[in-house]
């Protein structure tokens, strides 16, 4: 058995689980979250406890085991707590702006990016180089923090660009003198 599928998921006060076949409904004080997860995988929900079996020790059904309990978990914990990624912007005149729904960032470019936040993801912004997403849908707020991050990603000399608060940069050698 899968360590983690095996784990039952608690369902805190407050948030409703609605389950029909293979369409999940999570409601929570943060908001509503939908997903349809394999109909492989058979998902119980009684009392304030969700479990995950597989049908069979298949290689298939021992992958998805995992995988569906921890979207799930996810699902979970977004609208009941949230998540957030923070972004630092490291280089001389590089910078960031929030407006409402957009993410205005100045990299180093002739011009300045304007990244469109997607529904759902917030953004704000400290000293003008810590950027901080949230949002409830754990995978969404990372694709929206790498797609952030491809603007420039952190160059391996100096350490310039867009990189996540918790990575660190190899940094490369420059060139010897004689």
């Known amino acids: 058995m899968s360590r983690i599928g095996k784990a039952p998921i608690e369902?805190?006060?407050?948030?409703?689980?609605?389950?029909?076949?293979?369409?999940?409904?999570?409601?929570?004080?943060?908001?509503?979250?939908?997903r349809t997860l394999n109909p492989?995988?058979?998902?119980k929900y009684e009392g304030n406890v969700i479990t995950v079996e597989r049908p069979s020790d298949d290689n298939e059904h021992r992958s998805l085991h995992g995988l569906t309990r921890t979207l799930i978990n996810n699902m979970v914990?977004?609208?009941?707590?949230?998540?957030?990624?923070?972004?630092?912007?490291n280089g001389v005149g590089y910078k960031a702006e929030a407006k409402g729904e957009i993410l205005l960032l100045n990299m180093g470019y002739s011009h300045p990016v304007n990244f469109e936040l997607p529904k759902g993801i917030s953004a704000t912004v400290e000293k003008q180089t810590v950027v901080k997403l949230a949002g409830i849908d754990k995978e969404l707020l990372g694709q929206v923090a790498a797609n952030v991050r491809a603007v420039r990603k952190p160059e391996?000399?100096?350490?310039?660009?867009?990189?996540?608060?918790?990575?660190?940069?190899?940094?490369?050698?420059?060139?010897?003198?004689?």
Request: net charge positive; no cysteine.
């Open 11 to 34: 369902v805190p006060a407050g948030v409703e689980i609605k389950l029909d076949k293979s369409d999940l409904v999570v409601k929570g004080p943060k908001g509503v979250l939908k």
């Open 77 to 89: 914990l977004g609208v009941t707590k949230g998540f957030e990624r923070v972004l630092e912007i």
């Open 40 to 43: 492989k995988m058979i998902v």
């Open 156 to 178: 391996p000399y100096k350490g310039k660009g867009i990189k996540y608060a918790e990575e660190t940069i190899l940094r490369k050698e420059g060139k010897k003198g004689k």
